[in-house]
C-alpha cells in the first residue's frame, strides 16, 4: 500500500522550492498505523544526505510504539531519491537504519541479489547493496527503466523475506 508521511513546510516555501503538488489519491499515514503492517519498504527523499524532516518527523512521532516495542522483529527495506550524484544515496539510506533499529526492526539491505543490473556503468542508475534509488536531478528526471526494475526486485526481495520471518505465502505477486 502506498502512503505518505504529512507535510511539514508550510505552503509558501514548498512554492518557492517549487515542490510539486501531493497527488490527491495517496492517503497520508498515521504512525499507529505501521504496526498493522508485516514488513515495509520505506522510500525517503534526501536532503542533503540524510532523509527528508518530513520522514524524520513522522518517525518522530513514533514515540508510542517504540515505548512498546510494536513493531521490533518486522522486516524493512529502504529505497530513495537524490538530487545527484552526490546527493547522499547510501548515506540516506545508512541514517535511516538508526530509525529501524531504535524500533527493533530487521533491516533487509538488497545486497547483490539484483545481479548484473548492480554493476550497470552504461547508463545513470541510483541504488545500491542498502537498496534501490533514483536521481531525480531538480525533480524533473523520471526513474529509468533499469531502477524501476531494481526497485521491483527490491519489493519481491522484501516480500520474500517477509513471508519467510512470518511463515505465509504471498498470494499477491
Not at 550524484?85 to 533491516?107: K, P, S
Not at 534501490?132 to 525533480?139: E, K, N, P, R
Request: glycine share 12%; hydrophobic share 40%; aromatic share 10%.
Amino acid at each position: 500500500m502506498k502512503v505518505e508521511v504529512p507535510e511539514t513546510l508550510p505552503k509558501r516555501v514548498l512554492e518557492k522550492m517549487k515542490a510539486p503538488e501531493k497527488a490527491d489519491d495517496v492517503p497520508e499515514i498515521k504512525p499507529e498505523q505501521l504496526v498493522e503492517a508485516d514488513g515495509f519498504i520505506f522510500g525517503f527523499p534526501s536532503r542533503f544526505g540524510v532523509m527528508a524532516a518530513q520522514c524524520k518527523a513522522f518517525f518522530d512521532a513514533t514515540h508510542d510504539l517504540w515505548a512498546t516495542q510494536a513493531l521490533a522483529g518486522k522486516p524493512a527495506g529502504i529505497f530513495w531519491s537524490t538530487g545527484f550524484h552526490g546527493g547522499g544515496q547510501e548515506l540516506t539510506a545508512l541514517t535511516a537504519v538508526t530509525q529501524l533499529a531504535h524500533h527493533g526492526m530487521i533491516f533487509v539491505p538488497m545486497g547483490y541479489t539484483f545481479g548484473s543490473g548492480m554493476f550497470e556503468m552504461e547508463q545513470v542508475k541510483g541504488g545500491s547493496s542498502y537498496g534501490a534509488g533514483t536521481y531525480a536531478a531538480d525533480g524533473s528526471r523520471q526513474p529509468s527503466q533499469l531502477e524501476l526494475q531494481q526497485a521491483f526486485h527490491q519489493g519481491k526481495y522484501v516480500a520474500e523475506i517477509t513471508q519467510k520471518l512470518n511463515g505465509t505465502t504471498i498470494t499477491n505477486k
